[in-house]
T-cell receptor
Framework: GIQVEQSPPDLILQEGANSTLRCNFS?????LQWFHQNPWGQLINLFY???GTKQNGRLSATTVATERYSLLYISSSQTTDSGVYFC????????????FGKGTKLSVKP | DGGITQSPKYLFRKEGQNVTLSCEQN?????MYWYRQDPGQGLRLIYY???????QKGDIAEGYSVSREKKESFPLTVTSAQKNPTAFYLC????????????FGEGSRLTVL
């Protein structure tokens, strides 16, 4: 099945800093999504982005499907951005199995 | 408000007991999913359902069972056959199987004593 590699695994930022999180995929990407998990465990869908670029406030994401990677940009980070960020893509040949990376743990310090 | 409701949020179980986790959605989504998350790990798929009365095994279905008798409901039973059931369980839904955004409930944390 598809392998999803996220980098960096951990990231510490000072409030106000910008950051880029990356996902690499071992096979063709399909139904690619980014999620944020807050410290209480709630997972929020940030972007559904099988290709191209989307922006939502201070967050934006870009997927280059032909090169099998996706980037999540966080600008002017805030302490509320802390948590774990996951990317996921449908497994090869699967209709329902979204494969998740192990996540990037972000800590934003005041 | 539309969303996914999971219950209970916290559950303690003795070894050898079955336990059922509830998942209800009012988003009118056809597809529903159960994931398991272990500390420091990503999510792994247990079961998914495309439509009422239909469900498929995911990557780690052994020791789990599900039913889908109503569109809104997709309960997960953790049986005594599951060797390491202590984990965080997340229910999710999407408008159609493998299509569109995946929305999650708040999760159920199961601890086996």
């Amino acid at each position: 099945g598809i392998q999803v590699e996220q980098s960096p695994p951990d990231l510490i930022l000072q409030e106000g800093a910008n950051s880029t999180l990356r996902c690499n995929f071992s096979d063709s990407v399909n139904n690619l999504q980014w999620f944020h998990q807050n410290p209480w465990g709630q997972l929020i869908n940030l972007f559904y982005i099988p290709s191209g670029t989307k922006q939502n406030g201070r967050l934006s994401a870009t997927t280059v499907a032909t090169e099998r990677y996706s980037l999540l940009y966080i600008s002017s980070s805030q302490t509320t951005d802390s948590g774990v960020y996951f990317c996921a893509s449908l497994d090869v040949g699967s209709q329902g199995n979204l494969i998740f990376g192990k996540g990037t743990k972000l800590s934003v310090k005041p | 408000d539309g969303g996914i409701t999971q219950s209970p949020k916290y559950l303690f179980r003795k070894e050898g007991q079955n336990v059922t986790l509830s998942c209800e959605q009012n988003l009118n989504h056809d597809a529903m999913y159960w994931y398991r998350q272990d500390p420091g790990q990503g999510l792994r798929l247990i079961y998914y359902s495309q439509i009422v009365n239909d469900f498929q095994k995911g990557d780690i279905a052994e020791g789990y069972s599900v039913s889908r008798e109503k569109k809104e409901s997709f309960p997960l039973t953790v049986t005594s056959a599951q060797k390491n059931p202590t984990a965080f369980y997340l229910c999710a839904s999407s408008i159609l199987l493998g299509t569109g955004e995946l929305f999650f409930g708040e999760g159920s944390r199961l601890t086996v004593l």
